[in-house]
């Protein structure tokens, strides 16, 4: 590859970002790749090299599973020595998730990984894809003393580069679709691209790129909600084979203290259950301890899920029980920011 500008390899995954609407009837179909850079002639403009490769099946991101992220983290790592960058065309629906899947998936990563997409499809006169790639591309060309400045999984929409793992589709309509409630954006794009270089990911040694690609998936998500049902829970937490479930706790990681929820809980830890704390609320952080309703919680013991979003939480606890972390250092290890993932 030239080492005169950067080199960055466009993976298309498929959403909307990758259609078309066909003139007559309106209706959205998957537009032909390789004609990419005819429909943003811009692109080419970049000082920068552009290399696309696609899924074998571009899918709607509501289609996205374990699979999927397998080939996207597969590219990836195949070829990691061969471009500087890397720019994945994702649908929105589910791109927080594939950003804190990526982010697990791919550790010691020293490149830029930018997810992006769009609410509009390219080909629309509104479009706000072609911002949103274009700048998307820029992001990953970066570069300072010959190294890329951006050294993580983000996601890129609406002017704002974040990091991944902290993000959230927060908006079906608006341009704006994703935010960060709990991490300031890494850059902002206006007249000039500004980074935040105290918020970016700095590795703390070069070292080379390991991809993990063991997911377990036997996990689930508990949203607590008033009038929970006893028999309901208790079928849940008890279903076969079940690892680790999620608890979507209100306010700062508060529960009911119901006798029978609080024993529903204690059996699902001591048969070896991991539970996480994670808020139902979008910003802000579990705390518990802080109210009596969370501090019988901490007692069970319950893994505290801080900051931490419920997409992130899920692809931590898919990591963690793929790489078989020993039941010991389990707590300790979730509990502990791996990719800037909690604060
Ligand atoms: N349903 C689409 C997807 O996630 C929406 C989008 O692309 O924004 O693939």
């Known amino acids: 590859m030239s080492n005169q500008q950067p080199d960055i390899l466009l993976i298309y995954t498929g959403g909307t970002i990758g259609m078309v609407r066909e003139y007559r009837s309106g209706v959205l179909r998957a537009f032909n790749f390789e004609k990419l850079l005819d429909q943003i002639p811009e692109l080419q403009q970049l000082e920068c090299q552009i290399h696309s490769v696609s899924l074998q099946k571009p899918i709607d991101s509501s289609n996205m599973d374990i699979p999927h992220w397998h080939e996207i983290a597969g590219l990836i790592a195949s070829n990691y020595d061969a471009y500087d960058g890397f720019v994945v065309l994702h649908g929105s629906d589910t791109m927080s998730y594939t950003a804190s899947a990526l982010s697990f998936m791919l550790e010691n990563l020293s490149k830029p990984v930018v997810l992006t997409g769009s609410q509009l499809p390219i080909g629309d006169l509104r479009t706000d894809a072609k911002e949103n790639l274009i700048t998307s591309v820029q992001m990953a060309a970066l570069r300072e003393n010959g190294r890329p400045l951006i050294q993580e999984v983000c996601l890129y929409f609406e002017f704002k580069l974040y990091r991944g793992n902290r993000t959230s589709k927060m908006n079906t309509e608006h341009f704006e679709a994703f935010d960060s409630p709990n991490y300031p954006a890494l850059a902002t794009s206006g007249v000039h691209l500004k980074v935040h270089r105290e918020y970016l990911w700095k590795p703390a040694a070069l070292k080379p790129l390991k991809l993990h690609t063991r997911l377990e998936n036997r996990i689930g998500i508990l949203k607590l909600f008033p009038g929970m049902n006893p028999d309901w829970v208790g079928n849940l937490l008890r279903s076969p084979g079940l690892k680790a479930v999620i608890l979507e706790t209100f306010g700062a990681g508060n529960a009911p203290t119901s006798p029978w929820l609080l024993q ?63 039941h010991k250092s389990f707590k300790t290890i979730f509990e502990t920011s791996l990719r800037g993932e909690m604060s």
Do not use: H, W
């Open 264 to 326: 529903a809980f204690k059996e699902a830890v001591d048969s070896g259950l991991y539970l996480v704390n994670v808020t139902q609320c979008r910003g802000g952080s579990v705390l518990m301890g802080r109210y009596e309703t969370s501090a019988s919680l901490s007692d069970i013991p319950i893994i505290d899920g801080r900051d931490i979003t419920t997409e992130a939480a899920l692809a931590k606890l898919m990591y963690l029980l793929g790489e078989e972390v020993s």
